[in-house]
C-alpha cells in the first residue's frame, strides 16, 4: 500500500502542477492541531515538486499532523491564479463558475462537501489589491469564504491527507 500511496500522492501532484503552471510555488506546512508552521518556508519549482525525496518529506510531515498548502509565487505579486474557497457553498457554484465564464482550472475536494477551486485570471502577474478585490468579488459571487480572499491565500495541494479527519485532498477537475 505505501507504494500504491505513494503513486497517488505524485499522480495528484503532478495534475495539479500541470493545471496551474508557475515557475514557483510556495509550499507551507502547518500542524494542524498546534496551528504552528513547520519550520521555514521554501518555493519550489514543478520539477522540484514531484521528485521522490520531496514526495517522501511531504508525506511524512503530512502524517505528522501537517497539512500541505500551496501557493503559485510570484514575489510579492499574485501570480494570477485566485483561489475560491467554496466550503460551505451551494453545491452547484462549480457549475455555475464555468457557466459565468469563471471556469476554475483546479478544484480540488478537501473533505466531503467542501471544495476549493483555482481560477487562472491572468499569465501575466497581478497587483495584489487587484488581486484581493478579484478574491473578494468571486467569493461575493459563488458563496465562497471571505477570510480566504487575500492576494496571497494558500491552497491545499493535492494527494494529501486533511489531518483533522483522514480525508485526501483529491482533485475533481485540473
Known amino acids: 500500500m505505501g507504494n500504491l500511496g505513494f503513486l497517488l500522492t505524485w499522480q495528484a501532484i503532478r495534475s495539479q502542477l500541470a493545471?496551474?503552471?508557475?515557475?514557483?510555488?510556495?509550499i507551507r506546512l502547518i500542524?494542524?492541531?498546534?496551528?504552528?508552521?513547520?519550520?521555514?518556508?521554501?518555493?519550489?519549482?514543478?520539477?522540484?515538486?514531484?521528485r521522490a525525496a520531496t514526495i517522501r518529506f511531504l508525506r511524512v510531515?503530512?502524517?505528522?499532523?501537517?497539512?500541505?498548502?500551496?501557493?503559485?509565487?510570484?514575489?510579492?505579486?499574485?501570480?494570477g491564479y485566485i483561489l475560491v474557497d467554496l466550503d460551505r457553498a451551494d453545491p452547484t457554484a462549480v457549475e455555475v463558475m464555468r457557466a459565468n465564464g469563471h471556469d476554475p482550472c483546479?478544484?480540488?475536494q478537501t473533505s466531503p462537501g467542501h471544495l476549493q477551486?483555482?481560477?487562472?485570471?491572468?499569465?501575466?502577474?497581478?497587483?495584489?489589491?487587484?488581486?484581493?478585490?478579484?478574491?473578494?468579488?468571486l467569493a461575493h459571487l459563488y458563496g465562497?469564504?471571505?477570510?480566504s480572499t487575500d492576494w496571497r491565500h494558500l491552497g491545499r495541494l493535492a494527494g494529501f491527507k486533511s489531518p483533522h479527519d483522514g480525508t485526501g485532498i483529491g482533485m475533481l477537475r485540473g
Open 106 to 108: 483546479v478544484v480540488l
Open 61 to 79: 510531515r503530512n502524517g505528522e499532523g501537517c497539512d500541505v498548502y500551496i501557493q503559485p509565487y510570484t514575489g510579492n505579486q499574485n501570480a
Open 31 to 50: 500542524h494542524h492541531q498546534t496551528g504552528r508552521p513547520f519550520p521555514g518556508e521554501r518555493l519550489w519549482t514543478a520539477a522540484q515538486l514531484v
Open 117 to 137: 477551486a483555482w481560477i487562472r485570471l491572468s499569465t501575466s502577474p497581478l497587483e495584489p489589491a487587484v488581486a484581493t478585490a478579484a478574491g473578494r468579488h
Open 19 to 26: 493545471a496551474m503552471p508557475n515557475e514557483l510555488y510556495l
Open 144 to 147: 465562497g469564504d471571505w477570510a
